[in-house]
């Protein structure tokens, strides 16, 4: 068990550039989550995927904001033009898909605006 | 609405004693409370959870507690150890029970 991977561990750019963070959830999951996480605060749910099927997404998922699970494995997030409040950890989770099924999150990808 | 609440924010404990943290939660439909463990840099890892048919899980040295009918949980941690400091997290499913609804966390210090 690889466990979740995400790539890059730490991107800084500057205002108004575009991002993109990629997730490799855990091998035999079909259902993969964003969360953004800011200091001292807990994970916020961003958006959900069902297999390649993005099923949920939460009003913080501004129209700047993509996400694609194309083949249903791995997953990306863009993030166009970057403003500074977008500055803060993206975390990709994984689980199985039946019932409540516990989420395994990756190490994250912190975001820096300048 | 959805929300789950933790406290303390902040806990500080002497190696060897315990801890508990504990949270509630305003959706009496959820049904599976999860808390993480989040070390520095890192993304919060899995340490315990509970469903609602049962009133208690353990697991070595961490145990979890559920109330449903006053709905909250909590974490406990006996015999703390230095590697236990860290911020956790409890957690409850949105009614959608598809994403976790995470509380502010609790920085857990414990000190030799």
């Known amino acids: 068990d690889t466990g979740v991977s995400q790539d890059p561990r730490h991107k800084i750019t500057k205002r108004g550039q575009n991002v993109t963070f990629r997730c490799d959830p855990i091998s035999e999951h079909n259902r993969l989550y964003w969360y953004r996480q800011t200091l001292g605060q807990g994970p916020e749910f961003l958006t959900y995927f069902q297999n390649e099927a993005q099923l949920e997404k939460s009003r913080l998922l501004s129209d700047r904001f993509s996400a694609e699970r194309p083949k249903g494995s791995f997953s990306t997030l863009e993030i166009q033009r970057t403003e500074q409040g977008d500055s803060a950890m993206y975390l990709c989770?994984?689980?199985?898909?039946?019932?409540?099924?516990?989420?395994?999150f990756g190490d994250g990808t912190r975001l820096s605006i300048l | 609405g959805e929300n789950v609440e933790q406290h303390p924010s902040t806990l500080s404990v002497q190696e060897g004693d315990s801890a508990v943290i504990k949270c509630t939660y305003s959706?009496?439909?959820?049904?599976?409370f999860p808390w993480y463990k989040q070390e520095l840099g890192k993304g919060p890892q899995l340490i315990i959870d509970i469903r609602s048919n049962v009133g208690e899980k353990k697991d070595q040295r961490i145990a979890v507690t559920l109330n449903k009918t006053a709905k909250h949980f909590s974490l406990h941690i006996t015999e703390t150890q230095p590697e236990d400091s860290a911020v956790y997290f409890c957690?409850?499913?949105?009614?959608?029970?598809?994403?976790?609804?995470f509380g502010k966390g609790t920085t857990l210090s414990v000190s030799s």
């Open positions: 957690a409850s499913p949105n009614q959608a029970g598809t994403a976790l609804i």
């Open positions: 989770a994984s689980s199985l898909d039946t019932g409540t099924q516990p989420q395994h």
């Open positions: 959706d009496s439909a959820s049904n599976y």
